[in-house]
């Protein structure tokens, strides 16, 4: 939105409260029209390094019980370089870009204001946990393999990576350092036929 507006002349301030870019846990890709939004945000040929996805194959308990092509390819981008470049285009656009940084309402009139507050947090009885890795080898350009108490999702973004994103059921008796965490979870949802070889560097979760 606000790349929208900065480029048809409407200035922006934006307040992030956090930093960018930044990594989180999602599936990073993308598909429908969102591809088509980037391209009116004269983002396309900043897309050029995204994976193009156009297989995809699901398995539950280790069964394959789908595998197609995909009728329109999607791309595979991580967070972390989508953020990057709709923050560099905001700002080559002219928009100020306010990082760690929380709006305060006050009493002037003003000509337009858009507050998003994202999600709030809360306890759940999930976990989601992400990590990228190199030298992974794949069956299809997107993955989803579900076991008793979650799933993992597999599927490329840029620079030859691998997004491994992955929701379970919170076990409190499983204790494990950060890192192994994600390989102690497949082997509890009956998933340990997912194995992964090259770890790229980080882990995150929810």
Known sequence: LANALQG???PVILHE????????VCGE???GRGEMALQQLGLGASLDDAARHQTTRWSIGGKVVLQKRIPSAALGISRHRLDELLAGSFEAAGGELRLNSR???????REGLVIYKG???????????KAHYTDLLTEADLELHL??????????????????????????ELSAKRE?????????????QVAFTSIFGY????
């Not at 999600?119 to 946990?129: C, H, M, N, Q, Y």
């Not at 999702?153 to 919170?170: H, I, P, T």
């Open 8 to 10: 048809n002349g409407v």
């Open 119 to 129: 999600r709030e947090a809360t306890k759940s009885d999930w976990i989601g946990l």
């Open 180 to 192: 192994q965490l994600l390989s102690h979870y497949l082997k509890n949802t009956g998933l340990g």
């Open 17 to 24: 409260a956090g930093t960018l870019p930044r990594h989180r």
């Open 203 to 206: 882990l995150i979760g929810l």
């Open 147 to 172: 076991g008793t108490r979650g799933y993992i999702g597999l599927s490329a973004v840029e620079d030859g990576r691998v997004n491994v994103c992955a929701l379970f059921k919170r076990d409190p």
């Open 29 to 31: 890709s993308i598909c």
């Open 103 to 109: 709006f305060r309402q006050s009493s002037g009139n």
